[in-house]
């Protein structure tokens, strides 16, 4: 036996065992769907966390290979006792009511728990790398730790990923993997597609909280966003409670986005709710949105924003002079 095939074994053994050390899922049929759940997905580069999938039920689907869209802030999404406010996006069901209507494509929707050091998991390490000695040091004090959203992410496409792909009929390409997140969870989704192109076609970033970038944000893009080629970002916020603090900051970042090459309505979208506040009861009245972008009806080309419907307090971006 030659040193090639040992070493090929040996990689396959590798990953058998790390496969094995990956609960069989508990499942559970909703209204709207079946909810598989892994407690505690193994890692090697994040603490283990809960997993949820969520399938779409027997009367709309046949079992073809469906788009997925992974989610921050997993136990936000599915159920209110779940959600840390008491209230959960109902993502399932905007989803559903959306596909009835042929407003967009169903999609397996992947769940992802945050743990205790969520703020350091959903710090881009890039964007950490922009903030000074200080602010360094002020963030680990905070938060209890260095950025680690590199980490987050090589655990999102090295072992989430791959595991997802294998255990359920997906299209697993770039332009049917998709991100979604709000606040910081919107600042790694956006991480996400910008260190991961190959991988993540498309962000949807709600409120997204750009006052933890500590001033730092626009130095982050016009050194780490490449070209859009391809990719869509949905960007929006509120103007009550901490989204007001967002609007002229989400505007100076449209204005980065513009001198990288991305065209306002062709590769980014942007969004104002007038009224709307930083939370799940406001984030689950405005799903429709993203939803639209992200998973556009598969029998149709890549071109969310054909005849797109404008939602009510909705205020569309205005065009750059």
Known sequence: MNWILILALCLCSSVTARQRQIPDPTRRITDTGTLERVEAFPSHHVQARAIEVWLPPDSLWDGHPLPVLYMHDGQNLFEDSLSFSGVDWNVDSVLVALSRQGFCSLALLVGIANTPLRRPEYMPDALYAQFT????????QQFGDKARGDDYLRFLVEELKPWIDASYPTLPDRDHTVLMGSSRGAL????????????????????THWPGAMAHEED???????????????????????????????RAVNQVLR???????????????????????????????????LLPPLALTRDPWRDEPTRPGATPECPAP
């Open 188 to 207: 790694i989704s956006l991480a996400a597609m910008i260190q991961y192109p190959q991988v993540f076609g498309a962000a949807a970033c709600l409120s």
């Open 133 to 140: 000695r200080a602010e360094r040091r002020q963030f680990r």
């Open 220 to 250: 982050w893009l016009r050194q780490c966003l490449p070209e859009p080629d391809g990719h869509l970002l949905y960007v929006d916020h509120g103007d009550r409670t901490l989204d007001a603090d967002y609007p002229p900051l989400q």
């Open 259 to 293: 001198e990288k090459g991305w065209l306002s309505g062709r590769d980014f979208l942007y969004r104002s709710f007038p009224g709307h506040e930083h939370s799940e009861a406001a984030w689950r009245l405005r799903l429709d949105e993203p939803l639209m972008m």
